[in-house]
Every structure is written in structure tokens, then in C-alpha cells.
């Protein structure tokens, strides 16, 4: 018997989830305030059905994913009437768990995965493959924290327990405290006339964040104001120290700055090799790139396209596992590419 998710917001996150889910035998019926929104979501496939109103939407629910604005999400929360289990997707959680009704089946959950572009246009069911899935246990029962995992797997993604406040206090240096560096950094520079004909690579990866919509971001960031502000105040901190090794000429300090950050960095991600293929500006490349990935079977981590300033072509940046750089590079140069 199929089971029913209830999507209360069909935005990119929350369109993406009924997606997901669609794809793995879920009926999905959605709610949203915006009718323009919840209309697309469904000519995207990702509702079964438009319910009338959010009463209507939970009446059969066995899951309520809470997918709308964090105050909506925390006002719904409140009222919310259902023996369904709930979960939500907000960025910040103890304001949300904190306003759970009593005796509700809640699970906090936060998606640790986006898209610069907002909506359910942009809504895809492989948004949260490989992602961290942030699920909260605080007061929840142990069954419904596994019930959770187990549909967040079922997905593609990685769940991982923590409390509210763990999760708050973490996602204000990993998430919150970049997405203000990039809107600073790129509200610092815009105005030098040099900018645009030499910003490249890493103002590119630094700042591009900066290029998401900002619609729900103000009221995330105020609500995890505490945590977000002792991130602040440490990189603070930590600017000042360069700033002063800089003014005292201190090379030294400097070099241990960065060469510690360098080595902190590698053991944030699993490693990775670089592989740089040279792209000439005519048709067929990418589909060439394609067979050499096929042929040499690597593992993908990432990739980069850097566009030539002046025409066509580039350099794209493949990004895998260590020991599968040769065999890539091998498979390349059968296609006829000159890799860096």
C-alpha cells in the first residue's frame, strides 16, 4: 500500500522533496499559500494532487514535511492536528522544536542541500542525493528518529543526529557565516571598475553563494542571532591576526596562517585529485568529456568550468578520487584532450 506524504510548501526544497519521494512509490499531495507556486509544483510532477487547504493536505497524511518560511513553519507547527509523523526542513531548528504542539509525532530535519535559484522551478529529485540530512532527536521518540532516517536514506541523502541547539550553533560557521562573507566580500569589491575583467576562480568559488535568492535568509539569520554572532566574532578574530602579521610585516606568521588552514581544510572533505581539461570552443567537447568519464569509470567529486575571458572554450576541472586521476587522464587523451 502506498503511503502519503503530506508537503506543506512547495518551494525548491519542498517540490524537490515530493520528487524524491514520488520516485520512490510515495503518493504526494501538496499545500501551498502561494497558488502560483503550488500549481508549478504539481506541472513539475512532484504532487499527486493540489490539496484546497492545509487541513485537507495533512487529513490522509502518514508523513508532513513543514517546507514554507522558518515563521510559517514555527507557526504550524504550533497547531498542527495529525497522528502523521512530522518533520520540517528549516534552517534554524530550536525555535521550531521548541514550538512543536504536545504529543505531536516531530522529527526536526534540515537538508544540508540548495540551489542558487528559488522555487519549484528549479526543484529536481536528485537534490538531496550524497547531501547531510540534519535530524534532530530532542524530545522525539527514539522510532520516529529512525522512521525519519530510514525515508531521508531512502533518498539519496546522509542522515545525521544532533540536538537543536548542536545543529544551530553548526550551521551558523558552516552555512550562515559564509553566505554573509560572500554577500561582504561581494558588496566590498563591486564598486572597483577592475572587478568584473579579473575576478576568476577563487573570488568565483568564494563568493558564489552570494548569487542565491535572499528571500527566506534574513529571517533565518536573525532567528540563529546568538550563534551566528560568536561565528562572527571569531572570524573577527581570526582577521585581526592577519591583519596585524600584515601591518608588522611578519611573513612568518602569515605562512603558518595560511599553512594551517591548508591542512585543516584537506582533512574537512575526503581527498581528491584535480584533473584540468583544456576545452576548445566547438561542438561535441562536453559529449567527449562524457565518453572519457564513461570509459575510465572514476568517481566524480566535482567539477568546474572556467569560461576563456575572450571566446569560446575554457578549462574544466574534474575533481576524484586519488588513484583514478591517471586512468581519467588516459582516457581523455584517447578522446584527443590536453589536460593540465
Same mark, same amino acid.
Given at each position: ?7 506543506? #510548501? ?14 520512490? /512509490? %510515495?503518493?504526494?499531495?501538496? %499545500? ?13 510532477? !512532484?504532487? *499527486? ?5 492545509? $487541513? ?34 528549516? #534552517? ?16 526536526? /530535519? ?8 528559488? #522555487? ?12 547531510? %540530512?540534519?535530524?534532530? $532527536? ?5 522510532? *520516529? ?18 540536538? !537543536? ?30 572587478? +568584473?575583467?579579473?575576478?576568476? #576562480? ?5 563568493? +558564489?553563494? @552570494?548569487?542565491? *535568492? ?17 561565528? =562572527? ?6 582577521? $585581526?591576526?592577519?591583519? &596585524?602579521?600584515?601591518?608588522? /610585516? ?7 596562517? =595560511? ?37 575510465? @569509470?572514476?568517481?566524480?567529486? $566535482?567539477? &568546474?568550468? +572556467? ?34
Amino acid at each position: 500500500m502506498k503511503r502519503t506524504v503530506s508537503i506543506i #510548501g512547495t518551494g525548491l526544497i519542498g517540490a524537490s522533496v515530493g520528487l524524491a519521494l514520488r520516485e520512490t /512509490g %510515495w503518493t504526494a499531495i501538496g %499545500w501551498d499559500t502561494h497558488p502560483s507556486a503550488l500549481e508549478l509544483a504539481s506541472d513539475r510532477g !512532484a504532487l *499527486d494532487r493540489m490539496a484546497g487547504s492545509e $487541513d485537507e493536505a495533512v487529513a490522509d497524511a502518514d508523513l508532513v514535511v513543514l517546507a514554507g518560511p522558518l515563521g510559517s513553519i514555527v507557526e504550524t507547527v504550533g497547531k498542527l492536528d495529525t497522528g502523521a509523523l512530522v518533520t520540517d526542513v528549516a #534552517g534554524v531548528k530550536v525555535p521550531v522544536v521548541e514550538a512543536a504542539g504536545p504529543g505531536l509525532r516531530f522529527v526536526g /530535519g534540515h537538508p544540508m542541500a540548495g540551489r542558487e535559484h528559488a #522555487g519549484p522551478a528549479a526543484a529536481t529529485a536528485a537534490l538531496f542525493r550524497g547531501a547531510a %540530512w540534519i535530524v534532530t $532527536d530532542d524530545g522525539a521518540d527514539g522510532q *520516529d528518529v529512525d522512521e525519519l532516517a530510514r525515508i531521508i536514506t531512502s533518498i539519496g541523502a546522509v542522515p545525521t543526529r544532533m540536538t !537543536a541547539d548542536e545543529h544551530d550553533r553548526v550551521v551558523a560557521s558552516v552555512s550562515h557565516l559564509p553566505h554573509l562573507i560572500a554577500a561582504a566580500l561581494v558588496n566590498r569589491v563591486a564598486g572597483d571598475p577592475g572587478v +568584473r575583467g579579473l575576478a576568476a #576562480g577563487s573570488f568565483r568559488d568564494l563568493t +558564489r553563494v @552570494a548569487a542565491s *535568492d535572499p528571500g527566506f535568509w534574513p529571517e533565518v539569520l536573525v532567528a540563529n542571532r546568538d550563534h551566528l554572532s560568536a561565528s =562572527l566574532q571569531g572570524l573577527v578574530d581570526e582577521l $585581526d591576526i592577519l591583519h &596585524q602579521a600584515i601591518l608588522e /610585516g611578519d611573513e612568518t606568521s602569515i605562512h603558518g596562517q =595560511l599553512d594551517s588552514a591548508q591542512a585543516l581544510r584537506r582533512d574537512l572533505a575526503p581527498p581528491i585529485v584535480r584533473v584540468r581539461v583544456v576545452l576548445q570552443d566547438k561542438p561535441g567537447e562536453i559529449s567527449a568529456v562524457g565518453r572519457a568519464l564513461e570509459d575510465s @569509470a572514476v568517481d566524480v567529486r $566535482d567539477l &568546474q568550468l +572556467r569560461h576563456a575571458p575572450h571566446g569560446g572554450g575554457g578549462v574544466l576541472t574534474l575533481s576524484v578520487r586519488p588513484g583514478e586521476a591517471e586512468p581519467l587522464k588516459a582516457a581523455l587523451l584517447a578522446e584527443g584532450f590536453t589536460t593540465e
